[in-house]
């Protein structure tokens, strides 16, 4: 079916922590997933994608998981900043080129 | 040099009216869409061309009409506007099926 799951809906972490924010999707057939963040009054800003052949990506504080058996994803921040303040929302693209969004999680950094 | 622009960033009308949003992309990408963000930020796909041609069209009330005079341009028009089509409208293009998907800032639409 079409639905990419989140667990939280709202996250709150102390500065200078590591933050994860996890993802379930459904669709065993997607190949293609892609975490965005949305800042307040912005579109979403592509963050990190990843394929399904693989299981880890980084990038630069951020790295994104993916658990294929469990059809589990993750994105984890490092050393978390107020500016990480923001909705993420992970995606799968389906080879039609659709984008289904998760329902977001609000991350809210405390100083 | 913003990547995919769309105009109006505000738009309020009163229902009935109808209105027009544009959009255009400046990445040479050939895809296109149009998304929906409702009150709860869930965000929903409505129309997706390629190379002026519809490739995607979800169950979207007819009064939602796509137009896509080049591959660089897609713009949504809305006949009749209800209250139920207030909500946040992203325009998106990306280089094809399969990849990242990248979006504009948003027109932010309020029918009373």
């Known amino acids: 079916g079409e639905s990419v799951g989140l667990h939280l809906p709202t996250l709150s972490v102390q500065e200078g922590d590591n933050s994860i924010i996890n993802c379930a999707y459904s669709?065993?057939?997607?190949?293609?997933f892609i975490w965005y963040k949305q800042e307040s009054g912005k579109g979403p800003q592509f963050i990190i994608d990843?394929?399904?052949?693989?299981d880890k990506r980084q990038g630069q504080r951020v790295t994104v998981l993916l658990n294929k058996t469990v059809k589990h994803l993750s994105l984890q921040i490092a050393a978390t900043q107020p500016g990480d303040s923001a909705v993420y929302f992970c995606?799968?693209?389906?080879?039609?080129?659709?984008?289904?969004f998760g329902q977001g999680t609000t991350l809210q950094v405390k100083p | 040099d913003t990547a995919v622009s769309q105009t109006p960033k505000y738009l309020v009308t009163q229902m009935g009216n109808d209105k027009s949003i544009k959009c255009e992309q400046n990445?040479?990408?050939?895809?296109m869409y149009w998304y929906k963000q409702d009150s709860k930020k869930f965000l929903k796909i409505m129309f997706s061309?390629?190379?002026?041609?519809?490739?995607i069209n979800e169950t979207v009330p007819n009064r939602f009409s796509p137009k896509s005079p080049d591959k660089a341009h897609l713009n949504l028009h809305i006949n009749s506007l209800e209250l139920g089509d207030s909500a946040v409208y992203f325009c998106?293009?990306?280089?094809?099926?399969?990849?990242?998907?990248?979006f504009g800032e948003g027109s932010w639409l309020t029918v009373v």
């Open positions: 669709n065993s057939a997607s190949d293609y």
């Open positions: 990445l040479g990408h050939d895809t």
């Open positions: 990843i394929r399904s052949n693989m």
């Open positions: 995606a799968e693209v389906w080879d039609t080129g659709k984008l289904i």
């Open positions: 998106a293009s990306s280089p094809g099926r399969g990849n990242t998907i990248y």
């Open positions: 061309y390629n190379n002026k041609e519809l490739i």
